[in-house]
């Protein structure tokens, strides 16, 4: 029994990362340059040198293998890579975390103390205020 769930184990891993290696070259094969793309969105003009020096600082000017292990390495500790939007997850808890307070003081009580100024800037919608409306 315990061979055959050591052989198991051993197959799972194989096979987790052979979906790891297969994924990581899907991106690459995929066309797409993470760096052109950022950089067309921010709406600069952008030299030959700072597209170098950001593809040397998130490590795609070596190869890919070499991309590939360090990429894995990284993940084994926890560290899943530089997101392409930073700050999406924190921006949704909070617009969630204001939307749930706001619509909490219409269903209560008069005594509700909510100030939507505490809301990060995205949060003050026109759902929200209509919400805050309805309340009065």
Known sequence: MRKYVVGRLLQLIL????????????????GSDAILQKM??????VSQDMIDAARAELGLDKPFLTQYFVWLGNLLHGDMGTSYISGLISCIYFKIT?????????????D???DPAWCPGGCKTESMGGLLDARD
């Open 15 to 30: 096979i987790l990362l052979i979906i790891t290696f297969l994924s990581f070259d899907m991106m690459r094969l995929a």
């Open 98 to 110: 204001c939307h749930l307070a706001a619509y909490g003081c219409v269903h209560r009580a008069d």
């Open 112 to 114: 509700c103390d909510f």
């Open 40 to 45: 067309e969105n921010t709406g600069m003009v």
